[in-house]
Every structure is written in C-alpha cells, then in structure tokens.
C-alpha cells in the first residue's frame, strides 16, 4: 500500500543544521518532493527530487534519497527562525493524475 | 496573478447545514484537487479533477460532490456537515511539470 511516514516534530537552535527524515512504501514512485506550510498558510513546493538521483543541493538545502531503504530526508543548513514551518515530504505516484500521497508532517520549531 | 485562491476562508456550520468551498485559478493548469488536511495524518485527497468535465474520487470522498464548473473553478460541497468534517481543505492545481500549486486554505468547523 502506500504509506509516507515522518516524526512528528524537531526542535534545532538557530544557526544549527535540521534534518528530517521521511520513509514511503511505494517503491514505484517517480518524484519524492518536500512541502513548507507556514502557519495559517497553504503548502509551497520547497524542492523534489527524481527517483533515478541519490542526492540534490539547493542553496541550503540538500535531499537524500535511499531508494533502497526507502527513505528521504531534507537538510537545512545554518536554520533560521524563519525556517520554522511544518514541512511535508510526498511522493507522487499514479502517472498521468499525479496523485501525491503526503506524509503526516514535521513541525520544525527554531529556537534563537 | 493571484494563483490559487479559495473562498470562504473560514466558516462555521451546524450539523447538517450545507455549503460549498470556491476555488478559481488563473493559472490555465488542467488538474485540480481537493485535500482536506487533519492534525496528524497530513494531506488527504477528497477529489480530484483532470480536466474540465472530468472528476474523480480520492482517499477519502464521503460526504463530499465536487464540480468543475469550467477550466478556472472548480468547487466541494458538503451537503450535510458533519463534525468529521471539521477541518483544513486545501484547493490545489498542477502544472505540466506535474508541480502543485495549492491555495491558502479554508478552515471549516462542524458544530
């Protein structure tokens, strides 16, 4: 079945890396992507990765990706209060409808 | 551009009244969706539309009927609230680099 998994909150100090961890099941999935929801807010897509990568850096981001465990994670280099948000991993499976199964969601809280 | 936008965003309803949720894009986007979103099980998928005409049930479509009025609306109805569906529900499209874009949300309680 299809299942996305995360913990459910981290808490880092200001200045430090944050990293969360998601595990999904379906191991037909193309693209795994990582969602921002700030508060009162709707999601925005952060970044995604293909299944064929092991790794992709964006400015202080940085996924992994462990096809074989099936698992996902997100680094936020140098957090910011900013950066405190809920962030959803998903993965996209299904083909032409684009079904996205999300996970349950990590709330990142930053302490200055 | 506006993007995504939704309407109302937030409402109260009792037991058993009825409503429906806009949603509108001026994105030209062709697939639209509705998720509905609970504390600590993530984004559900209620319904979905592919194109105009079309639509399709998701994970969890009880109690909901949506419409795609034409390319930019596409609307959820609850005909009978229910305290279930006290909840987040997001509107979102999806481009053809199959990215979504999602609305700001509409916070419903069922009392």
């Known amino acids: 079945g299809e299942d996305v998994e995360q913990s459910l909150f981290l808490s880092v100090r200001e200045g430090d890396s944050s990293v969360i961890n998601c595990t999904y099941t379906?191991?037909?999935?193309?693209?795994l992507y990582w969602y921002k929801q700030e508060p009162g807010a709707g999601l925005q897509l952060l970044t995604y990765i293909f299944s064929n990568m092991d790794m992709k850096q964006d400015q202080r981001l940085t996924v992994l990706l462990n096809k074989k465990d099936k698992h996902l994670s997100l680094r936020i280099a140098d957090t910011q209060t900013g950066d405190s948000a809920i962030y959803f991993c998903?993965?996209?499976?299904?083909?032409?409808?684009?079904?996205?199964?999300f996970g349950t969601g990590t709330l990142l809280a930053v302490q200055p | 551009n506006a993007g995504v936008t939704q309407t109302p965003k937030f409402q109260v309803l009792k037991t058993g009244q009825s409503m429906t949720l806009q949603c509108a894009q001026d994105m030209n986007h062709n697939s639209m969706y509705w998720y509905r979103q609970d504390p600590g099980m993530g984004l559900r998928l209620i319904y979905y539309s592919a194109s105009e005409g079309t639509t399709d049930k998701g994970e969890v479509p009880n109690g909901y009927n949506v419409s795609r009025l034409n390319k930019r609306e596409f609307s959820l109805r609850l005909e009978s609230a229910a305290p279930s569906q006290t909840s987040v529900y997001f509107c979102?499209?999806?481009?053809?680099?199959?990215?979504?874009?999602f609305g700001p949300g509409t916070r419903l309680t069922v009392t």
């Open positions: 979102a499209t999806r481009d053809r680099h199959y990215e979504q874009y």
């Open positions: 998903a993965e996209r499976v299904g083909g032409a409808t684009n079904k996205l199964i």
């Open positions: 379906d191991s037909s999935s193309t693209y």
